[in-house]
């Protein structure tokens, strides 16, 4: 059965302290792997969209990459407008389904 | 940027209720998307849809219906409305695999 697991579920950071999200995913035929960011209350603001193990992508103080089994959302001295839920997603090839993991909640204390 | 606009924020219904979820998108996306999110089980897709008139179901198609007469709009209906319909809500459209962009969400509450 095609899964995203997201580790961990919570994460509390002082500001500026620099941490990782993991996305662990057993979709086979991997044709994307998506981050979204999710605000209380409303609906996933797309980040990024890696297609091949070794592809990193940057915006601002987030970085996201991809292996063959997982992929890391690095958050850089992080400040408190970071705080969010974020999701990873991934797609089968063929297929234009999203398969969500539960997300992280992550808290930035100022 | 792409819009995908969900008609109600917040919506109260009755057990036994007719509900329609309204949702419209505004770059001609053949791609559009039923998703509920509840608490500790994430987004779960429910029907999805690739192009005018055609559905198909997702994970969990019990209990709602949906219905795409124009490319721009897909609506997802509940026949019946039960407590455990409660849940927020999402639409989603998207060109082939790329940019899915999502609406702002409904959240539901069946009382």
Same mark, same amino acid.
């Given at each position: 059965?095609?899964?995203v697991?997201q580790?961990p579920? !919570?994460?509390?950071l ?5 941490s $990782?999200?993991?996305? $662990? ?8 792997l ?10 996933p ?8 193990a070794?592809?990193e ?12 089994? &997982?992929?890391? %959302? ?6 408190? &407008?970071?705080? !969010?839920t974020?999701?990873?997603a991934?797609?089968?090839r063929g297929?234009?389904? %999203? ?8 808290t930035?204390?100022p | ?9 917040? +919506?109260v219904?009755r ?6 979820l &309204?949702c419209?998108?505004?770059?001609d ?6 998703y509920?999110?509840?608490?500790? %089980?994430?987004?779960?897709?429910i ?12 994970d969990?198609p ?6 795409? &007469? ?10 019946? !409305?039960?407590?455990?319909q409660?849940?927020?809500? +999402? ?12 609406? $702002? ?7």
């Amino acid at each position: 059965e095609d899964q995203v697991t997201q580790s961990p579920e !919570a994460l509390r950071l002082q500001e500026g302290e620099s941490s $990782s999200l993991n996305c $662990s995913y057993t979709v086979s035929g991997l044709r994307g792997l998506f981050w979204y960011r999710q605000d209380p209350g409303k609906g996933p603001e797309f980040l990024f969209t890696l297609y091949s193990a070794g592809e990193e992508k940057e915006k601002e103080r987030l970085k996201a990459t991809l292996t063959k089994k &997982e992929s890391f %959302l690095h958050i850089t001295a992080p400040k408190p &407008e970071d705080s !969010a839920t974020y999701l990873c997603a991934g797609t089968l090839r063929g297929n234009e389904k %999203l398969t969500f993991g539960t997300g992280t909640r992550l808290t930035i204390i100022p | 940027d792409v819009k995908v606009t969900q008609s109600s924020r917040y +919506l109260v219904k009755r057990t036994g209720e007719k509900v329609f979820l &309204e949702c419209v998108q505004d770059m001609d996306h053949e791609n559009m998307f039923w998703y509920r999110q509840d608490p500790g %089980l994430g987004l779960r897709l429910i029907y999805f849809s690739y192009d005018v008139k055609m559905k198909e179901k997702g994970d969990i198609p019990e209990g709602y219906s949906v219905s795409r &007469e124009k490319k721009e709009r897909f609506s997802l209906i509940l026949e019946s !409305a039960s407590t455990n319909q409660t849940s927020m809500y +999402l639409c989603a459209s998207s060109f082939q695999s790329y940019g899915y962009t999502f609406g $702002s969400g409904t959240r539901l509450t069946v009382v």
